[in-house]
């Protein structure tokens, strides 16, 4: 299937690693331009070389911290016209409401909420100007089914989606779309250290507690991130100009809701 995505350009964050980069790399085959941004440069440069060898597509690199407001003005810059813009921040810490003191809920919504407030104001113009653009906010199933020992991450990403969904009323009309994605349990650094904390404050091991959430599936294993990307690299596609305003769970059935 031809997504006529060619010649496209995207800004993907977070890509040095997990989800952001399978995200760039599924782009990247659709013969997408990228720019692609990360904290390490040496680690950006490790999955710049991969989508290198399996596309063709040259990255274009951005050391940047997301977290920061004057970093994401500085990589939306130098990145160029974007087209497509995924939105990938960090994951905050587990814990429970008191667990965390206010400088760490600041910390959370800097690292998952701004950025993507950020990085849309200021692509959006762009995007009018040109009558088109593809808004995709890289989640979590805890906006649809909240995870016990994640208040954080399940508050500040449910403010992403909120925001997703302004987003995509509003500028429809420009031939933008806006989504999230909502990943489950995926096999990805972030799943590790949370599996690694699961099991230092319980009696399992960490291979028990990586069995545990496998099993929380349906499809009774955890996701790879190839498979999240597929899905991105199709709602940036020109197949799916009218899909926006969706929160899509790709979790293998561990969200039990019927919408």
């Known amino acids: 299937m031809d997504l006529g995505l060619k010649g496209r350009r995207a800004l993907v964050t977070g890509a040095s690693a997990g989800l952001g980069a399978a995200a760039a790399m599924a782009l990247a085959a659709e013969g997408v331009e990228l720019a692609i941004c990360s904290r ?149 650094e972030r799943l590790e250290n949370l599996a690694k904390d699961q099991a230092a404050k319980s009696d399992q091991t960490y291979q028990q507690v990586m069995k545990q959430f496998a099993s929380l599936s349906p499809a009774g294993r955890v996701g790879k991130p190839e498979e999240l990307a597929a899905l991105i690299a199709f709602l940036a596609s020109e197949r799916a100009a009218y899909i926006t305003g969706t929160s899509i769970p790709i979790d293998g059935g561990l969200a039990k809701a019927l919408i």
């Open 40 to 188: 390490s440069l040496k680690r950006l440069g490790i999955a710049a070389e991969k989508i290198y060898k399996a596309t063709g597509i040259q990255a274009r690199l951005l050391e940047g911290d997301i977290s920061k407001e004057d970093d994401v003005h500085r990589v939306v810059a130098e990145a160029g016209e974007v087209d497509i813009l995924i939105s990938n921040g960090g994951g905050p810490p587990p814990g429970q409401l008191t667990e965390h003191d206010a400088a760490k809920w600041q910390e959370a919504a800097n690292l998952v909420l701004r950025p993507a407030i950020t990085l849309t104001r200021d692509v959006i113009d762009g995007m009018v100007e040109r009558k088109w653009g593809r808004l995709i906010y890289i989640t979590s199933v805890g906006v649809l089914q909240p995870i016990d020992n994640l208040i954080l991450s399940n508050t500040y990403r449910a403010g992403v989606t909120g925001f997703c969904k302004t987003v995509s009323n509003n500028y429809a009309k420009y031939g933008i779309t806006a989504n999230c994605v909502c990943p489950g349990y995926t096999a990805t």
